[in-house]
């Protein structure tokens, strides 16, 4: 069973440009999340879906952050304008159902992200 | 709320050297574990879970037991390998709250 597939693995891009990053969740998972991670901040649960809905997106940084689900077996996050302090690691991960009970997340390779 | 601490980083061991990365946790109720391991370029896997009190999780020599008393729950390895080289990052969810909650991770480097 394929898992969780990002693209791109990487971009580079200059500040004030728009950026989007794509997540497939394993099939039949019905959470999906974002995550991003730095060396300042480690790693940050950005936004979360149960059922395509978005649930907390409390960790979403600022309005130039946006993510969206439009079915089950795609996600967008969006930044629109990036900003050099927006490099890092974004990881999209997903899970059958919620971490509660020891249920596993499964997390994708991740796309490195580098505005410069 | 809930957080995670962990050890600091990074560690450098011999191969074949007990290893111990220390994570303590605060939360209410009986939250469930995790260490997940990140290997260099690649996202985080479950390493190994607990889901209630005196639980041990264990996988590829590795092991971590549920400590309510403590609020602990330790990553534990007898003989390390260099490819265990990685980030480890210890973990909680709570009823109440799907997220998981994550330590800061602790970078471990074994040479030979």
């Known amino acids: 069973d394929a898992g969780v597939i990002q693209s791109p693995r990487h971009e580079v891009t200059e500040m004030g440009q728009e950026v989007t990053l794509r997540c497939k969740p394993i099939s039949g998972h019905d959470y999906l999340f974002w995550y991003r991670q730095t060396m300042m901040r480690g790693l940050e649960l950005l936004i979360y879906f149960n059922n395509n809905v978005p649930i907390d997106d409390s960790g979403m940084p600022e309005d130039r952050f946006s993510a969206k689900m439009p079915n089950a077996s795609f996600s967008t996050l969006k930044i629109q304008p990036s900003e050099p302090r927006d490099s890092a690691v974004y990881f999209c991960?997903?899970?059958?159902?919620?971490?509660?009970?020891?249920?596993?997340?499964?997390f994708g390779e991740g796309s490195w992200l580098t505005v410069v | 709320g809930n957080s995670v601490t962990q050890m600091e980083g990074p560690v450098t061991l011999s191969e074949e050297a007990f290893l111990t990365i220390n994570c303590t946790y605060t939360a209410t109720g009986y939250p469930s574990l995790f260490w997940y391991v990140q290997y260099p370029g690649e996202g985080l896997q479950l390493l190994l879970k607990a889901t209630k009190a005196d639980d041990k999780g264990s996988n590829k020599g590795f092991e971590a037991t549920y400590r309510k008393e403590t609020t602990s729950f330790h990553l534990e390895k007898g003989s390390v390998q260099v490819s265990d080289s990685a980030v480890y990052f210890c973990a909680l969810s709570n009823f109440g709250n799907e997220k998981l909650t994550f330590g800061t991770g602790t970078r471990l480097t074994i040479i030979p």
């Open positions: 991960a997903s899970s059958l159902v919620g971490p509660l009970g020891g249920n596993t997340i499964y």
